[in-house]
């Protein structure tokens, strides 16, 4: 039985900073969790957990009911995939070539007849570049699947690297401020893809996803998780979390307080 992703307990410390505290969160198959809270909350913190990057002193993390120790380099064969802040796409490739090394993994040829060209790594490229030009389509861009990334928008350049995370086609796909330099008629269009990811014919997957934008995190997620000093201060779908008055303080203070008495 899929359970999704779950954290249990999460305890991080960086010398006499706590970073996250007892912090636990589920993300179900087939659902948008989106976490937010003030700068130094603890966000990064909680995705560099999931990502291998950081090892929690405290709690454990589990993926449908079994028990996740992640890395870095092994998270696409665990099937969860990640997109970074800004596109982190490679100058040198053009853009069906970086959607590619998306799912390089699942290559079946070995090191060496990648490297000489032979046979079976023949096979695998067509196979990867059919599956790249799939994905580039189902985001809209296919059009640009020769263009080099740097002669395109930022908009562009950011469905590249989302299409780039899809093609590892994962379970659970963490979107690390997918909107940050988007203006407000590609954030509209980046809402209608996040909203649809989990719903998605062929390979769908569940979201967790950090982001700044209130407007975007509202509009797609189904339930919501607020860090406020490494711990959860509010879980629940958007509606309630608009009106919680611990979610509304931490982000406004004493401001909030003076206006309100």
Partial sequence: ???????????VRFGGLTALDHVSLR??????????????????????????????????LTLDGRPLRPQPHRLTRLGIARTLQGTGLFAGLSVVENVMTGASHTARAGFAAALFGLPP??????????HALDVLDDLGIAEHAEAAPGTLPFA?????????????????????????????????????LIRRLPRRDVDPCAV?????????VMDVCDEIVVLDFGRVIATGPPDEIRDDTAVTEAYLGALVSEETT
């Fill in 208 to 216: 967790l996803l950090v982001e700044h934008h209130m407007d975007l």
């Fill in 27 to 60: 993300v179900p198959p087939s659902r948008v969790v989106g976490v937010i809270g003030p700068n130094g909350a603890g966000k990064t913190t909680l995705f560099n957990v999931v990502c291998g990057f950081v090892t929690p002193q405290t709690g454990s």
């Fill in 121 to 130: 790594s023949d096979r695998d490229e067509r196979r990867l570049r059919r």
């Fill in 1 to 11: 039985m899929e359970r999704g992703l779950e954290l249990h307990d999460i305890g």
């Fill in 156 to 192: 562009v350049r950011q469905r590249v690297a989302l299409a780039r995370a899809l093609a590892a086609r994962p379970r659970l796909l963490l979107l690390d401020e997918p909107a940050g330099g988007l203006g407000a008629d590609d954030i509209a269009e980046l809402a209608d």
